[in-house]
């Protein structure tokens, strides 16, 4: 039997009385790109960080393609391209540059290492212009560079925390558009947070739709919808799960924060 790409198993997590993630159950399937659902606050990141080791597990328990991740961390590590939501490129450093740093992070062996950051670059569209400083990038070749950084130690597994927010819509469709060649040409598995809808409706197999620390939905975008009745979208079926409203405006104050992120770290 194949083993899940992830599984996590009752798992939760509180910050003092905060209960972040309240016992979920998930299963990620091999080759799927997964869209984890919810909005500001329903425990996404939290759930990211336990799976990339970054977190405890316990309660709960969690592996990526069969290894434990209490137990076997670095194992765990060397499986997953973990992309946050925080930026990691370093604007004074070419593409290049920025990408060959994670591969040698990430123990790319030498003789392989350029050849690798060539690929990832390639993978993203950036091979044109992997030789200028990254501080002149628009926001969204940033992301695409640092799916690169991700991408260089060829994990079987790419998580992404929100890697949309903050960018226009061509450079979102730019970025997912990468997302989904890559998952074509690679076969790996993509695990995605976002609270946009529409992206998860167009480029996710299967979502869970979180609130509250817990998963209130599963399924794919289109048996959702039916499930509910015609014509309905995936904000209807969280509305009808949650009683609540997912937040999808473009110019939220996390548009904003990332947006000045951005400026300020690349100067
Ligand atoms: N380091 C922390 N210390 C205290 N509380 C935290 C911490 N990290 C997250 N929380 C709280 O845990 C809950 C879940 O947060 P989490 O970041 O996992 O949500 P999210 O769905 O990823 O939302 P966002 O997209 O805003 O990051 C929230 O109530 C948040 O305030």
């Known amino acids: 039997m194949t083993e899940p790409a992830v599984r996590c198993t009752d798992l939760s997590h509180s910050f003092g009385t905060t209960r972040a993630v309240d016992g979920v159950d998930l299963e990620i399937s091999p080759g799927e790109v997964f869209g984890l659902l919810g909005p500001n606050g329903a425990g996404k990141t939290t759930t990211l960080r336990m799976i990339t080791t970054l977190l405890p597990t316990t309660p709960g328990r969690i592996t990526v393609f069969g290894v434990d991740v209490a137990r076997r961390r670095m194992a765990v590590r060397r499986l997953i391209g973990y992309v946050p939501q925080q930026l990691s490129a370093d604007g004074a450093l070419t593409g290049r540059e920025n990408v060959a740093l994670f591969a040698r992070l990430f123990d790319v062996p030498r003789a392989r290492r350029d050849a690798e950051v060539r690929r990832a670059l390639d993978l993203v569209g950036l091979a044109d212009e992997a030789d200028r400083v990254a501080k002149g990038y628009s926001g969204g070749m940033i992301r695409r560079l640092e799916l690169a950084q991700a991408l260089v130690s060829s994990p079987r597994l790419l998580i992404l925390d929100e890697p949309t927010i903050g960018l226009d819509p061509v450079a979102r469709s730019a970025v997912w558009e990468r997302i989904t060649q890559i998952r074509t040409d690679t076969g790996m598995t ?78």
């Open 190 to 267: 993509v695990l995605v947070t976002t609270h946009y809808m529409d992206e998860a409706e167009q480029y996710c197999d299967r979502v869970a739709l979180m609130h509250t620390g817990r998963i209130r939905a599963l399924g794919t975008p289109a048996d959702l919808e039916t499930d509910l009745g015609p014509g309905s979208t995936l904000d209807d079926v969280f509305r009808a799960v949650t009683g609540d409203r997912l937040e999808t405006d473009e110019g939220g104050i996390r548009s904003v924060r990332a947006a000045r992120r951005t400026a300020r770290r690349l100067g």
